[in-house]
């Protein structure tokens, strides 16, 4: 008996949104080196507001260098934004890095509306235990469940 080819396809991330991330990241830096400068000026003059300009400017490096992350991360994974295969769905367009969803733990396939703009849909899988695959994600911003 011959063995099943197993069946991989790649849904790559479409290039509005790729440009959109190198824009969202132009823009932090441009915002930031203007933040930067004014909290130099206001310091050689010793007016209020030069700690706060500060803060952003230090928030909008890490901005920053938080979104030459992702498009180091994005381009290392050659821009593939979702991957389906007979074993399951891997979705890496969000950023969550849970792994595959199992089609074995997928018991139920909905379409639902976007509640904020009613001309995007999004595709939810309901799988049989949830908190696993809450608890494979690798970031620690987890609720205790």
Not at 44 to 54: C, E, T, V
Request: with cysteine; net charge positive.
């Amino acid at each position: 008996m011959a063995e099943k080819a197993n069946v991989i396809v790649k849904f790559m991330l479409s290039a509005r949104k790729r440009r959109g991330i190198c824009f969202f990241s132009a823009t932090i830096f441009i915002i930031t080196i203007f933040l930067f400068f004014l909290s130099v000026i206001l310091y050689g003059q010793h007016l209020p507001g030069r700690r706060l300009a500060l803060l952003f400017a230090l928030m909008g490096i890490l901005l920053f260098f938080f979104s030459l992350w992702a498009i180091y991360s994005l381009r290392k994974d050659g821009y593939v934004g979702m991957i389906i295969s007979d074993e399951g769905i891997t979705d890496l367009s969000t950023g969550y890095r849970i792994g595959t969803v199992l089609w074995n733990d997928v018991t139920k396939i909905k379409v639902m509306d976007d509640l904020e703009n009613l001309n995007y849909k999004y595709v939810v899988l309901v799988v049989k235990n949830p908190n696993q695959y809450i608890m494979q994600e690798p970031i620690a911003i987890k609720n205790d469940l």
